[in-house]
């Protein structure tokens, strides 16, 4: 259905000449196929847009269709291409003072060197991205990068550090009533105490996430898997296939929904 809208109106942009809103569009419907993990199409998508905002002149275009092409190399592990269009697109950003993207840029390097288990790179980088941030008082941007700090801290096995930015991040998430990233909060810190073997209080966590989830539609097969293996851990067989199943009851739909797109 997003393929079949941003289509329609790349054609009607097409007809009255409106070249900025062919690359939108065209750019939109890369992001769709890299959600549906098509990165081919993806990519040759992103690089249409890009082609015409280059032709146009839109630098502000042009950044934008480079960071989207970094993403569709790092979904693919790509991690050399990855850094190289980041990079690009941060360089153009700057140029334009273009404070958030640049932030947004810092934070996706950030993630490809954490990928890449290079973990004072990544700490540096997302740090980056948070002063910018602070600096410019965006508060989800805030939220997200105090999470991404805590995970770096997380994978040092440094919990009390790590926990630490995840409540941080989960208070923040709170004050804006973020729903979706209070659930997600949660179950960073259940994944701490799990990695901790604290199986009880991981359970807790994550029941709390999937309360919010349900209460907004959203359902988060991860939480469930989590579930699983925290009650495996503590010898609740029952339980933990009960939970299992609930998991590949929902990639199955997903699965599912992905063809309807």
Do not use: C
Request: hydrophobic fraction near 35%; avoid cysteine.
């Amino acid at each position: 259905k997003a393929l079949e809208f941003y289509e329609k109106a790349q054609k009607i942009d097409k007809n009255i000449g409106n070249q900025s809103g062919m690359a939108e569009n065209i750019g939109n419907m890369g992001s769709v196929f890299s959600n549906m993990g098509n990165y081919p199409k993806a990519l040759e998508y992103h690089q249409k847009a890009l082609r015409i905002n280059e032709k146009i002149g839109s630098q502000e275009g042009i950044a934008s269709n480079l960071a989207n092409i970094g993403t569709v190399y790092y979904s693919q592990s790509n991690y050399v291409k990855a850094l190289e269009f980041y990079q690009k697109a941060k360089k153009i950003d700057e140029e334009l003072g273009m404070q958030l993207g640049v932030a947004i840029i810092l934070g996706n390097i950030g993630s490809v060197y954490w990928s890449e288990s290079n973990y004072p790179k990544a700490l540096e980088y997302h740090q980056k991205a948070l002063i910018i941030n602070e600096e410019l008082g965006n508060q989800s941007g805030i939220a997200m990068n105090l999470r991404n700090v805590g995970l770096v801290y997380l994978n040092q096995n440094n919990y009390s550090k790590a926990l630490e930015y995840y409540e941080k991040s989960l208070t923040i998430n709170k004050e804006l009533d973020a729903k979706i990233e209070i659930a997600s909060s949660l179950r960073n810190i259940a994944t701490l105490y799990n990695d901790k073997k604290e199986f009880a209080t991981a359970i807790n966590y994550l029941n709390k996430a999937i309360k919010i989830n349900q209460n907004i539609g959203v359902q988060e097969s991860s939480n469930y898997q989590s579930l699983s293996s925290s009650h495996w851990a503590l010898n609740n067989a029952k339980t933990s296939s009960h939970y299992l199943d609930t998991m590949l009851n929902i990639n199955n739909k997903n699965i599912l929904l992905n063809f309807t797109i």
